[in-house]
């Protein structure tokens, strides 16, 4: 039982505590994502990550991660040493990585397409036995050494050419979408499929007859479930 006469905090404690814990839920966001917590504790101090992360003041290391000023960036992640067998759930997360450690793990196979979206990323280094994202011609610089393997400068395939050459459809430019993946985008006033279509997309027109078809549909509902209620 409470002391006779005490009270709750005040209106002012309560809007206090609501900023105090805003702020902590936007100083930590870069560490919430469930990549960072994969693999118990700090980034390894050897790693290039953690190298990275101090070598630049605006970082912070969190966790697995080294995060930047922007809530929820991740700009570096170490899962050196993890027992990985897989890539943790929620990598995709760390999409605005520049530097990426993978070393000393079981890692069997990593597909091309986990890397889909990591255009910042400039150094990955892999257990040996794993070949670059993208393959060699996906990166300016590669090194070997011991039981690892570094990739370094991310080259932009939309402005290669031979092997990692890419023709988009006419009427659309080629973007880049992570080592060695691009995809193409409609340019100027194009869209549609293969960029064919020329003008603005017709909102009102898709809009229009998407709103009818939802509204013949609801009244055919309503109307047949109103003859079962009289039926019964």
């Known amino acids: 039982m409470g002391c006779p006469g005490a009270s709750g905090p005040g209106p002012r404690a309560w809007v206090l505590r609501l900023l105090l814990g805003l702020a902590a839920w936007r100083g930590g966001a870069g560490g919430r994502s469930p990549v960072c917590g994969c693999c118990p504790g700090p980034a390894r101090n050897g790693s290039s990550v953690a190298s990275y992360c101090r070598a630049h003041p605006a970082l912070e290391l969190r966790g697995r991660c080294c995060v930047g000023p922007e809530p929820g960036a991740i700009v ?8 990985l067998t897989l890539l943790c759930a929620g990598f995709p997360d760390a999409s605005a990585a520049v530097v990426i450690d993978l070393t000393e793990n079981p890692l069997e196979n990593i597909p091309n397409a986990s890397f889909q979206g990591f255009t910042r990323l400039q ?5 040996l036995a794993l070949e670059c994202p993208g393959g060699s011609m996906a990166w300016d610089r590669i090194t070997t050494h011991r039981d690892s393997r570094t990739c370094q400068g991310q080259r932009n395939p939309c402005n290669s050419s031979g092997e990692l050459a890419w023709l988009c459809p006419e009427n659309s430019l080629c973007s880049p979408d992570g080592p060695g993946l691009v995809q193409c985008l409609c340019a100027g006033s194009y869209h549609g499929y293969k960029c064919l279509r020329e003008g603005t997309f017709p909102m009102l ?3 229009g007859i998407l709103g009818a078809v939802t509204t013949t549909l609801s009244l055919l509902a309503w ?9 019964s």
């Open 76 to 83: 570096g992640l170490d899962l050196g040493n993890c027992s």
């Open 123 to 127: 150094s990955i280094s892999l257990p």
């Open 205 to 207: 027109l898709f809009y």
């Open 223 to 231: 109307g047949t479930q109103r003859r079962k209620a009289k039926a």
